[in-house]
């Protein structure tokens, strides 16, 4: 069945940095874009960036533009999120989502679209 399994969440100082991964199983990847979000206490889940299936088109959120790197693997079927500079507003749990084709122009706020989620990573950043 399809799986996307999170991992590299942890506690880390502000400033520092995370590499986030995805693996993904059980279905053809490269078919797919695939999109990480994140949710902390008390507050809506957020798109933070997106990736198009082969080509590997990238978007980004714009609070994170210039610090997180999106990078997919199709021979791995994985897909990385590289975070630098890290705040503490960055804290949250990390998701990674699957949808069919490109991220689309609605990625970052239409998370229906994304038909398959992961359990989570959770990403602490002291201050």
């Known amino acids: 069945q399809v799986q996307l399994v999170e991992s590299g969440g942890g506690l880390v100082q502000a400033g520092g940095s995370l590499r986030l991964s995805c693996a993904a199983s059980?279905?053809?990847?490269?078919?797919?874009?695939i999109g990480w979000f994140r949710q902390a206490p008390g507050k809506e889940r957020e798109g933070v960036s997106c990736?198009?299936?082969?080509?590997?088109?990238?978007d980004y959120a714009d609070s994170v533009k210039g610090r997180f790197t999106i990078s997919r693997d199709n021979t791995k079927n994985t897909v990385d999120l590289q975070m630098n500079s890290l705040r503490p507003e960055d804290a949250a749990i990390y998701y990674c989502?699957?949808?069919?084709?490109?991220?689309?122009?609605?990625?970052?706020?239409?998370?229906?679209?994304?038909?398959?989620w992961g359990q989570g990573t959770q990403v602490t950043v002291s201050s």
């Open positions: 989502a699957s949808r069919w084709d490109s991220c689309g122009n609605d990625w970052s706020t239409n998370a229906a679209a994304f038909t398959s």
């Open positions: 059980g279905f053809t990847f490269d078919d797919y874009a």
């Open positions: 990736i198009n299936e082969r080509r590997g088109i990238t």
